[in-house]
């Protein structure tokens, strides 16, 4: 089971570092209107197409990635005192319950908004440029697809939770400076601990 779930890790992880990069070409495509726009006094009619399909491109595919790293937002105010095993159990639960009706019609109606956008080749009325949009939209099955798949892996690490007592370790990518200081604030006491004794 550990393989499996560390081979949806790796996809969502791999997927979200990929798309990562629309950051560095949003940030590329920003600088360059602002420059044509305000220096040379001639904007362009395709940049903020561009940026809007690279920012959505990257929302949709940040979801799996954030599921693997376990960075989604979540009220744990009690959750984090309870027992490992009964966390286990809640996180099964809501999955069942909500994660994947959730997933499965995005998935379903996803893929349906991306066949008919590519039936009738779709472009962008809200642009001059009218630049084709049915690449963009085929990302939202797919961003659903790859959210089932790090759904079953996170209810096969949950399985695993409850049977064991102990969460499996995830992939290390990146960390909040929080949790680096965090650490560090603990070795210290640590060491603070061993020179009085």
């Not at 085929?138 to 209810?155: D, F, H, K, W, Y």
């Amino acid at each position: 089971m550990q393989k499996y779930i560390y081979f949806f890790e790796s996809l969502s992880i791999w997927v979200g570092r990929a798309f990562g990069w629309c950051i560095l070409i949003l940030t590329l495509s920003v600088t360059y209107e602002v420059f044509v726009r305000y220096v040379l006094n001639a904007p362009t009619v395709w940049v903020f197409d561009m940026m809007v399909q690279m920012y959505g491109g990257l929302f949709l595919m940040a979801g799996p990635y954030a599921l693997a790293q376990d960075a989604h937002v979540r009220g744990d105010v009690l959750y984090r005192l309870f027992p490992v095993r009964a966390q286990a159990w809640i996180d099964l639960t809501l999955y069942i319950l909500f994660f994947f009706p959730g997933m499965l019609a995005l998935f379903y109606f996803g893929y349906e908004i991306a066949s008919d956008s590519w039936r009738y080749k779709e472009v962008s009325w809200n642009s001059p440029a009218r630049i084709q949009i049915y690449y963009f939209k085929s990302l939202i099955p797919l961003a659903g697809g790859l959210l089932i798949l790090q759904g079953i892996s996170e209810c096969m690490r949950c399985i695993l939770c409850i049977k064991n007592g102990e969460w499996l370790n995830r992939h290390d990518d990146v960390r909040e400076t929080e949790e680096d200081l965090i650490r560090k604030a603990r070795e210290a006491e640590r060491e603070k601990e061993v020179l009085k004794n």
